[in-house]
């Protein structure tokens, strides 16, 4: 049974970079064709995609695909060693405060893109 | 974007009831229609994706239907452990839209 798990500060500063971290357990976050993603939820509010990370086997096209209204300032990578994804937000401001999930989509093999395990979220609060 | 829209943004129903959401989406997106669930305090749960493939584990009093730009979530027969705010979600192009939430209550 595959599980994500979010963590990182649940305070930033306005201006400062937000860096969270998703730990993936019970599968190799190498193996398989699969898009490691990150979305977002403002407090009482609709879901946001952040962008997404590809593993598998094709070196054919940027691994890496964000959500146009915040590409300039994320990056999302991967560190195979530990199992682990993370997620960059440079120059935040109090509307990215958002609880923050990190989720998998296996959409690469069959087509199909859904998100079908989902961490458990963590609340990122922008403030000073 | 593509812009998604759900119907009603909230409903009160009775335990038994049959629960129709629908979601309307701003181009045509074939099936690549997705709903969660997301009971309060949890993250969101796969129910259907494709517009009517149910996720293993889901119960079959749940289905989804359409194509195109119009869809729709049936509960066949409500229960009480489906109080959640049910989101659509397109997957036909970048990037992955959602709708805005259909809170179901107990009447």
């Known amino acids: 049974q595959v599980q994500l798990q979010e963590s990182g500060p649940g305070l930033v500063k306005p201006s400062q970079t937000l860096s969270l971290t998703c730990t993936v357990s019970?599968?190799?976050?190498?193996?398989?064709?699969?898009?490691w993603t990150w979305i977002r939820q403002p407090a009482g509010k609709g879901l946001e995609w952040i962008g997404r990370?590809?593993?598998?086997?094709?070196?054919?096209?940027?691994?890496?695909l964000y959500n146009p209204s915040l590409k300039s300032r994320v990056i999302i990578s991967l560190d195979t060693s530990k199992n682990q994804f993370s997620l960059k937000l440079t120059s935040v401001t109090a509307a990215d405060t958002a609880v923050y999930y990190c989720a998998r989509d296996p959409g690469y093999s069959s087509g199909w893109h859904y998100f079908d395990y989902w961490g458990q979220g963590t609340l990122v609060t922008v403030s000073s | 974007d593509i812009q998604m829209t759900q119907s009603p943004s909230s409903l009160s129903a009775s335990v038994g009831d049959r629960v129709t959401i629908t979601c309307r989406a701003s181009q045509s997106i074939s099936s690549y229609l997705n709903w969660y669930q997301q009971r309060r305090g949890q993250a969101p749960k796969l129910l259907i994706y494709?517009?009517?493939s149910l996720q293993s584990g889901v119960p079959s009093r749940f289905s989804g239907s359409g194509s195109g730009t119009d869809f729709t979530l049936t509960i066949s027969s409500l229960q009480p452990e489906d109080i959640a705010t049910y989101y659509c979600?397109?997957?036909?192009?970048?990037?992955?839209?959602f709708g805005q939430g259909t809170k179901v209550e107990i009447k």
């Open positions: 019970g599968g190799s976050i190498s193996s398989g064709n699969y898009y």
């Open positions: 990370f590809y593993t598998g086997p094709s070196t054919n096209y940027d691994p890496s």
């Open positions: 979600q397109q997957s036909y192009n970048t990037p992955p839209t």
């Open positions: 494709a517009a009517s």
